[in-house]
C-alpha cells in the first residue's frame, strides 16, 4: 500500500521506502532580453518554488491553464530542461545537477510521452524502428532481443504484429499515440512522464488510451506524473490532483477530495468549467459555481502578492500585498489562499 502521507512546500513527512520522486523547492527561470544589445532585462518565472513528492505506483495529476508551468516542470523534472534552482531528486539520487553522461543511468528510468505524437515520431521511420530506436540507445541488447522486446510491447499497447512495418503517417492519431506509449516503455521505466497524451485526441479516443496507460500502470508498475488542462481528464487516471496556477501549485490533494471538496477559488472554477457530470461519481454537482474571469496574467509580469487575485471573485486587501503559501489545511489536502489563514 502506498503511503500517502504528503508533503508540506516544508517536505517534512515522507516515506522513503516507498518514494520515488522528490522535488524540492523547484525554480524554472527564463531570462527576457531586451535593448540592443539583447541583455537581460527580466525573468519570466515559469517555475517557481513548486515541492512534491510522487510515490511509487501512483499517479499524480497537474493540472492548469496553458501558460501556468506543467509542461516546464515536467521537462525540468527530467533535465530537459536546466534547473535554476532546487532539487529533483529520483529514487534516492539527486539528478538537479548532473552532468548529462552522469546522469545516463537514470535516462531509461524516466521517460515522456508527448501531447502530439505526430511531432514526437520521425516520419521516416517504421514502426518497429522507431520503438527499437530507444533500446539501440541503450546499445545493451543484441538485434534478437531487442526485435523480442518490440514485438511484446506493439501487442501490449494494442497495435498488431504487422504494424511493425507501417510508418506514422499510417496510423489515426490515437494508435500514433500507442507508439509513442510504446518508445516510452520499451526500456522499460519506473516513471513516466504524459505530457497532455490525450489532448489531441477524440474524446471516444482519450478514453482508449487512458485505460490503456492504467493497464499498462498495472501490469508494469510504473508511476506516472500526468499533466494536462483539463480536470475532466486527470479525473479517470490519477491519486492525487494538483492545481498549477502561474508556477505555483495552489492546492494539492487526493483525487476524491479534491473533486468533492475543492478549497481554491481557481480550483472551484476550473471544476465549475466541466460540462458533463458523472452521477456515478464524487462530482462537484453540488459545488457553488465559480465563473473563471479574464485571461492567465503574464508569468514575466505577474501580480503582486497572491497571482491569482486579478481573477479571484473573493480577492481582498490582504492578497494584493501577501503571497499565500501551500498549508496543510486538512489531512493530505494542501491550499495556498488567505481564505484558510488568519493574518
Ligand atoms: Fe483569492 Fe485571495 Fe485566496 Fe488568492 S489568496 S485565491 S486572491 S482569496
Known sequence: MIERNLESSNMEKKIEKDLLVEVQSLKKYFPIKGGILGRAVGQLKAVDDVSFSIYKGETLGIVGESGSGKSTLGRVMLRLLEPTEGHVIFDGVDISYLSQRKI???????????????????????????????????????????????????????????????????????????????????????????????????????????????????????TYLFIAHDLSVVKHISDRVAVMYLGRFVELAPKKE???????????????????????????????????????????????????????????????VDRPELIELEKDHFVACHLYTEG
Do not use: W
Open 104 to 222: 545516463r543511468p537514470q535516462r531509461g528510468d524516466m521517460q515522456i510521452v508527448f501531447q502530439d505524437p505526430f511531432a514526437s515520431l520521425n516520419s521516416k521511420m517504421s514502426v518497429g524502428q522507431l520503438i527499437e530506436e530507444p533500446l539501440l540507445v541503450q546499445g545493451k541488447l543484441s538485434k534478437a532481443e531487442r526485435n523480442k522486446l518490440v514485438i511484446a510491447m506493439i501487442g501490449k499497447v494494442g497495435l498488431r504484429s504487422d504494424d511493425r512495418q507501417k510508418y506514422p503517417h499510417e496510423f489515426s492519431g490515437g494508435q500514433r499515440q500507442r507508439i509513442s506509449i510504446a518508445r516510452a516503455l520499451i526500456v522499460n521505466p519506473k516513471f513516466v512522464i504524459c505530457d497532455e497524451p490525450v489532448s489531441a485526441l477524440d474524446v471516444s479516443i482519450q478514453a482508449q488510451i487512458l485505460n490503456l496507460m492504467k493497464d499498462l500502470q498495472e501490469e508494469l508498475n510504473l
Open 258 to 320: 479534491l473533486y468533492s471538496n475543492p478549497l481554491h477559488p481557481y480550483t472551484r472554477a476550473l471544476l465549475s468549467s466541466i460540462p458533463v457530470i458523472d452521477l456515478n461519481e464524487d462530482s462537484n454537482d453540488k459545488q457553488e459555481k465559480v465563473k473563471l474571469e479574464g485571461d492567465l496574467p503574464s508569468p514575466a509580469n505577474p501580480p503582486s502578492g497572491c497571482t491569482f487575485r486579478t481573477r479571484c471573485p473573493q480577492a481582498h486587501d490582504r492578497c494584493v
